[in-house]
């Protein structure tokens, strides 16, 4: 019944993607072009280089070619997004021959401004639509904004938990992150400690709020025992690799990186899965957390206004003319309070 059950939910879920494909707009030729990287320049707003509500910015979409067999000529780039907090200002350039693996920008900036009411930290989704040769190709990127506040840490109240032995479906432990609204801008996952006797039985995934998952290490350590004290962060110099000895005490890079889960929802439940793919050997989760980084976001200033009318006359009592020029003040005019001595 079961089964009947989980295959009638496939079929279902499968039509309906089926059905999302056939009711999307249809997607260019999948040119061998992609993202390589984005340079943003403020040009109006808070003046402080950094992404934010209310800036107008300037883009310079870095793409490169990955076809070897082909020079793309006579090159011309659209940009367009689907965020409504976004307005693009100057939307098209040309962009010099894509060679392959050479990256290259559009020869005039692109312009966006975001809207004041557009939430810290949430990122931009862009599609650059490129004329080629070849035909047309889309090449999707994302604008991050705001910038890195100050790491919490948050530790897991959901241990200990066994992780069930050669079960795919694996454990999910989770730690609740409080407070509403705020986004990502840096994660860090603490295995503070797991009992296991074989490590290499297991694959650790980080899972956002909204569902996005980063997997942390699998099937690394071989038949070594534990994690002790293990940090994934991004900005470490080494993944977990076949060589690492267990129980991996220290900081390693994650097998895929955290900072796809800037600009996710921060508050809510986040979750550690544990997947033990060879039954034999057991253990549990012990003790482990998050150190989340929230996006922030500077104001804008506050709307240009007509100049401040001309002070009213000076009323100049004795406390000097605050110039500090050394002139002598010249003799008060009107009545003015004794002041004591
Ligand atoms: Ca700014
Ligand atoms: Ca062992
Ligand atoms: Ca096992």
């Given amino acids: ?33 992609q993202h390589d990287s984005l340079a943003v320049t403020e040009t109006a707003g808070n003046g402080n280089g950094v992404a934010e509500p209310g800036d107008t910015l300037a883009l310079t979409e870095n793409v490169m070619s990955l076809d070897g067999s082909q020079t793309f000529t006579g090159v011309s780039g659209t940009l367009a997004t689907t965020s409504s907090d976004v307005t693009v200002g100057s939307a098209s350039s040309a962009y010099a021959d894509l060679v392959f693996g050479v990256p290259t920008g559009n020869a005039s900036p692109f312009s966006a401004s ?31 904004t705001g910038s890195a506040g100050p790491f919490t840490a948050y530790d897991s ?20 992150i409080g407070g509403s609204g705020g986004r990502v801008k840096g994660m860090r996952v603490r295995i ?63 097998a895929q990186p955290l900072s796809a889960l800037d600009g996710a929802p921060l508050a809510g439940t986040w979750t550690l899965k544990i997947v033990d793919g060879s039954p034999g ?17 500077a104001p804008q200033p506050p709307p240009s206004s007509p100049p401040p009318p001309p002070p009213p006359p000076s009323h100049d009592c004795g406390q000097g003319n605050g110039l ?10 009107h009545d003015c309070p004794s002041r004591p001595h």
Wanted: hydrophobic fraction near 40%; include cysteine; charge should be negative.
């Fill in 192 to 254: 503070g400690h797991i009992t296991h006797t074989y490590d290499g039985d297991l694959t650790l995934t980080l899972i956002s709020p909204d569902g996005r998952s980063v997997k942390l290490v699998g099937a690394k350590g071989g038949s070594g025992d534990d994690f002790v004290d293990t940090v994934f962060d991004d900005a470490a110099t080494a993944p977990i690799r076949s060589t690492t000895l267990a129980p991996f005490t220290g900081t390693f890079q994650p």
């Fill in 281 to 297: 050997d057991i253990g549990t989760l012990d003790a482990w957390g998050v150190d989340a980084s929230p996006a922030l976001c």
């Fill in 324 to 333: 500090g020029n050394g002139k002598a003040k010249p003799k008060p005019q």
């Fill in 114 to 144: 975001l809207s004041n009411t557009m939430e810290c930290g949430a990122s931009v989704p862009f599609t650059l639509t490129l004329q080629t040769s070849a035909g047309p190709t889309d090449v999707p990127f994302d604008l991050p």
């Fill in 1 to 33: 019944m079961k089964r009947m059950i989980r295959t009638h939910l496939r079929q279902v879920v499968t039509a309906a993607a089926m059905m999302a494909l056939a009711a999307a707009p249809a997607a260019h030729a999948d040119l061998a072009v």
């Fill in 157 to 176: 109240a959901d241990v200990p938990r066994a992780i069930p032995d050669g079960d795919t479906l694996g454990l999910s432990s989770t730690v609740t």
